[in-house]
């Protein structure tokens, strides 16, 4: 090979592993970034012409990255779902004071206080107190979970605009990627921006990730709907029903909240679920409780003669047409009114009516002082049930009690899937973490592996310019004998 021969292959070879140095400098300067996928440089020796960098490949393994995409979104959920549920817990824990279990044995059992002596104001207006109480913590419990919910629709609301921030940019991304499929370097970069969208929008929602041959993606939700399509992206909208429930909409036309199931985005959407379901058996139990409470205390007298009166009614400030938990309030404030008295002859000393309303603790079918009378009629049961959000709540109280119902309904259940959410994110984060772990092996910098490829990489560096260095001298040497 002639000297000028030599001087090209040693400066093709000077440019090569210049370019790799480059290459695994990146890598370690990226060794803390979250998402950066390591380069590995290939070269290629060509015949007469030297070393040559024919590649530079990104480390990536697509089968890992698509479980760890499902995982992700599995676990966001999860994550919102269960701080969701845990929330609704703290609303009906009645160790800290904050459900109405105690309030509701409190209520009965001041009853069996006036029956003991019918005329004592004193257990009169303790019950009513006990009543108010009762009736503000059924209304606060109301009230908490329904601005948790409008925080919750809000949080959606946002979830809609980030995913289609995030499907807009990995739309102009895929273009991107279209148009710079030459340029290996920057290229890689492109696909870690786009892997790193990817992981962001599967915080939110749950997609189908289609790779496609020249590396951009198309998106779907898990029921097929297009979010990026090539370069072409399409939103998400948001709206509330009349129940100021959200709705997602895909283009604004196809409903599709119930299909999202996992992210942040399913997870809230299931806590609105729970929430309303919470809400729709606080409002049945009261509807129900106030019902069967008024019709018996209709039928007694008062201290005063007083009778035929409710004991609850509705919230003179709001609309409704029934009772339920976000308006029951106290129609009688006169202790004189509480009708224990069944025969109106003896006021001051007759509890049989008293002994029928504290009967409906246990027992809500028949009058407790007389079996074989129903506490209501087929008719006004048929009407009570249609008015329930759920006709089979009455039915479990008619069959139970009271406080089976809450602690059943109301808790028990809530409780059990809080249990089960949280151990399911428990085992998706260990999934996801090891899926995680590996994966870093596998595409993340190994500071000890770059530390070495840098110098093997700085050795045939400095290997080249010593062969230019020397066939420069020899070129010198022969061009001054011809002298």
Known sequence: MSLLGILSTAGQSLLTFQRGINSTNKNISNVTTEGYNREVPVFQDFPRSGVFMNKIIRVFDRSLFNRSIELNQQLNSDNSFSEILSNI????????????????????????????????????????????????????????LDNQKQDITLKVRDQVKQINQITDQLAKLNQTIKTKTLDIEANNEYLNERDRLIKQLSDLIDTKVVFNED??????????????????????????????????????????????????????????????????????FTTVFATVFNKVHKKGYGLD??????????????????????????????????????????????????????????????????????????AEEAALQSSLNDPTNYTYIKDHTFAEFY????????????????????????????ITEKMKNIAGVNMDEELINLSKLQRSYQASARIITVTDELMQTILNLGK
């Open 89 to 144: 817990e703290t609303m009906f824990n009645d160790t800290l004071g904050s459900g109405f279990s105690s309030d509701l044995n409190n209520f009965f059992n001041s009853i069996n206080d006036m029956l003991i002596k019918p005329d004592d104001i004193a257990a009169r207006s303790q019950f009513l107190a006990n009543a108010q109480t009762l009736v503000g913590k059924i209304r606060s419990i109301n009230d908490s």
């Open 215 to 284: 590396n951009t993606v198309n998106v779907f939700t898990a029921k097929g709907y297009g979010l990026v399509v090539g370069i072409q992206s399409t939103p998400l909208s948001f709206e509330t029903d009349t129940n100021g429930n959200p709705v997602v909409k895909w283009n604004g036309v196809a409903d599709i909240t119930t299909e999202i199931q996992n992210g942040q985005l399913g997870g809230n959407l299931k806590g609105i679920k729970s929430i309303n379901d919470q809400l729709n058996k606080l409002s049945d």
């Open 305 to 378: 003669g007083s009778t035929n009166l409710d004991f609850f009614t509705i919230d003179p400030s709001k609309s409704s047409t029934k009772i339920d938990a976000s308006n029951i309030y106290l129609n009688i404030t006169d202790p004189k009114k509480v009708a224990l008295a069944q025969n109106s002859t003896y006021l001051n000393s007759d509890n049989t009516n008293g002994k029928d309303l504290l009967g409906l603790k246990n027992n809500i079918r028949v009058l407790y002082t007389n079996p074989s009378q129903p506490v209501l009629t087929p």
């Open 407 to 434: 602690n059943s309904k109301l808790v028990a259940n809530l409780s059990s899937t809080s249990s089960y959410i949280k151990q399911q994110k428990q085992n998706n984060k260990y999934l996801y973490d090891a």
